[in-house]
Antibody, heavy 120, light 106 residues
Framework: QVQLQESGPGLVKPSETLSLTCTVS????????WNWIRQSPGKGLEWIGY????????????NDNPSLESRVTISIDTSKNQFSLKLTSVTAADTAVYYC?????????WGQGTTVTVSS | EVVMTQSPATLSVSPGERATLSCRAS??????LAWYQQKPGQAPRLLIY???IRATGIPDRFSASRSGAEFTLTIGSLQSEDSAVYYC?????????FGQGTKVEI
């Protein structure tokens, strides 16, 4: 059964880059969409973006939320069974619980979430 | 972006009763709508996708439907463990968007 686990710093300074990793256990990453979602009291659940890769076709794609103003990079490392999130130029508004999740037609597997606070 | 509006914000229901939750999309999302359940301190759990298809392992007391731009999640015969916040999410148009949630109190 596929499980996801987020990891990364819980505290990031304003203007710096937030970096998180999601480790995928028990299963291939190929042909799935791998997402990042965040949740804050003020904005509820917000989809950050996804990355997709197919080993059979060697095709990949990424897509992210325009509201994040091109600050997002999501990448997949199939050799480590991980995918990552980088969010640049963070502010206090980026303080949230960050979740990684799998899926396109519904997000069917979620990590437990990791709290990231942006503060000096 | 597509705005998802859920109602009511809070629903208080007695055990064994039925709960009906609504979600309206600001524009067409076809049948590309999912429902999630979230309990305190936990990640959301997928209940329904494709408007009305139950996810693996979801009890059949959870059902969902669509009428035009309005989507409905029905929880039949509520149990204490159904106390949670329920979210709808559209994945028809990027950015994917969630409703603000309906809190179900048993």
């Amino acid at each position: 059964q596929v499980q996801l686990q987020e990891s990364g710093p819980g505290l990031v300074k304003p203007s710096e880059t937030l970096s998180l990793t999601c480790t995928v256990s028990a299963g291939s990453m190929s042909s799935f969409y791998w997402n990042w979602i965040r949740q804050s009291p003020g904005k509820g659940l917000e989809w950050i973006g996804y990355s997709y890769f197919s080993a059979s076709t060697n095709f990949g794609s990424t897509n992210d939320n325009p509201s994040l103003e091109s600050r997002v990079t999501i990448s997949i490392d199939t050799s480590k069974n991980q995918f990552s999130l980088k969010l640049t130029s963070v502010t206090a508004a980026d303080t949230a619980v960050y979740y990684c999740a799998r899926g396109f037609h519904g997000l069917d597997v979620w990590g437990q979430g990791t709290t990231v606070t942006v503060s000096s | 972006e597509v705005v998802m509006t859920q109602s009511p914000a809070t629903l208080s229901v007695s055990p064994g009763e039925r709960a009906t939750l609504s979600c309206r999309a600001s524009q067409s999302v076809s049948t590309n709508l999912a429902w999630y359940q979230q309990k305190p301190g936990q990640a959301p759990r997928l209940l329904i996708y494709g408007t009305s298809i139950r996810a693996t392992g979801i009890p059949d007391r959870f059902s969902a439907s669509r009428s035009g731009a309005e989507f409905t999640l029905t929880i039949g015969s509520l149990q204490s463990e159904d106390s949670a916040v329920y979210y709808c999410q559209q994945y028809n148009n990027r950015p994917w968007t969630f409703g603000q949630g309906t809190k179900v109190e048993i």
